[in-house]
């Protein structure tokens, strides 16, 4: 006859418990012995970008969207942004957008071009330009590209003489920093001109690669709308990007936007309201990008990073010209987010093979997105240092070994 003792009961549910726990104590413990043989790769792109440890950890935590603490991070994370621009939250505000930077640059053209007679001028100096284009296209609104050659930058005579020629333009939509080549253009006159031919007219910049390394007085450049990504110069991960943009341009675009999740207006009319996303937060991500912020102030804020950035870049043009690579931009274009450089002629250099050996010694560069030329491109941003830089030149010279391609090259 069985016994139904009283604490039987408990007995059962601790062995049940036990056998859950152990299997997933096992696996944590294999997760972290996985984690630690398993190095980062060194990300030598435009984006995303190597973060740092205490970056990552960051994201180790569930916390819920309507939490006051979640809430309370979002408004440090606003707060700092307009800090980074160099602007008063008297003139401006942060509008933070689930998706990637692309998503940003769409949600401006849907919240700021209304339905009826906005026509924007697209500049194009590369593929991030173009895309400016191909975003009004897709949208149906109305849109003119002015191209410039992709190893050149705008010339703001140019862009003068096309507004004058079409003085109904409602905004001018520029790229800061084109990463397809790495050429910085002169955003704050190309946005001074904009305002002395039609002072309404909206200045929109796209400083996905730039913002928070590059200095930008966005008060002096007339912009009105600026755009960036948490996975890029201020060293956070993919999964949200934000809009800088001028209070009294913002709101007075209720109801223009076709698309509801794209709606940069009602997107901060909500934050402004309730302090919370109208959907689901990348809560993680948030987390991620709180600590990358508080690391971006210790380092110097813009300063500090852009002489990072620029050291990691000196030392990177210096090591291939001795290796003997050419850049694709002449020594005058001084920009130091990203660098193209041209395919040697070499009968033995081919870019897939290059590119994998590197990859498999954990240093990843980047294809190039440069349509009149072969080239690919070496970033100098996010979580990288001039050790790496120096490490990855070494690595470069052991592959153009292994590729039989004698050093210097001079084919």
């Known amino acids: 006859m069985a016994v139904n003792h009283p604490f039987m009961h408990i007995k059962t549910r601790l062995f049940g418990i036990r056998r859950i726990w152990r299997p997933l104590a096992v696996g944590c413990r294999h997760l972290h012995r996985t984690s630690a043989a398993m190095a980062d790769k060194k990300l030598f792109t435009p984006g995303p970008l190597g973060t740092s440890e205490t970056v990552k950890q960051a994201m180790l935590r569930d916390l819920g969207s309507r939490d006051l603490e979640f809430i309370s991070i979002i408004k440090k994370i606003r707060a700092g942004l307009l800090d980074a621009a160099g602007v008063s939250s008297a003139d401006f505000t942060v509008v933070p957008m689930q998706g990637s930077g692309t998503f940003a640059v769409e949600s401006v053209f849907q919240t700021a071009c209304n339905r009826e007679n906005s ?182 804020g813009v300063q500090g990073r852009a002489a990072r950035y620029k050291e990691n870049c000196t030392v990177l043009k210096a090591g291939m010209r001795e290796i003997g690579f050419k850049e694709f931009l002449a020594p005058h274009h001084d920009g130091y987010i990203i660098t193209s450089f041209c395919f040697p002629k070499h009968k033995n250099f081919n870019f897939n093979t290059f590119y994998t050996k590197l990859n498999e010694r954990d240093q990843v560069i980047y294809p190039g997105k440069v349509l009149n030329a072969e080239c690919f491109r070496i970033g100098n941003i996010g979580h990288l240092f001039p050790a790496d830089v120096r490490h990855l030149l070494g690595c470069i010279q052991e592959v153009c070994k292994e590729m039989d391609i004698p050093l210097p090259i001079t084919e």
């Not at 924007?120 to 003119?144: D, F, P, T």
Request: charge should be negative; include cysteine; glycine fraction near 8%.
């Open 119 to 300: 026509q924007v001028l697209c500049i194009s100096s590369g593929a991030y330009g173009a895309r400016l284009g191909r975003i009004c296209e897709v949208m149906g609104l109305r849109h003119q590209v002015l191209s410039f050659p992709e190893d050149g930058s705008v010339d703001p005579a140019r862009v003068e003489a096309a507004l004058r020629a079409n003085p109904s333009t409602t905004m001018v939509a520029i790229v800061h920093c084109e990463t397809s080549s790495g050429i910085i253009n002169d955003v704050i006159t190309v946005g001074k001109t904009v305002k002395a031919i039609i002072p309404d007219c909206d200045v929109f910049v796209d400083g996905m690669s730039s913002f928070g390394a590059v200095p930008l007085d966005v008060g002096a450049g007339q912009v009105d709308y600026l755009v960036s990504s948490a996975n890029k110069c201020l060293q956070g991960v993919p999964g949200f990007a934000y809009i800088i943009a001028r209070l009294s341009k913002l709101q007075k675009c209720k109801g223009n936007s076709r698309s509801l999740s794209l709606d940069a207006y009602d997107q901060w009319d909500n934050l402004e309201r309730t302090s919370q996303f109208r959907f689901t937060p990348p809560t993680h991500t948030m987390l991620a990008f709180s600590q990358a912020m508080e690391e971006f102030q210790l380092e110097g």
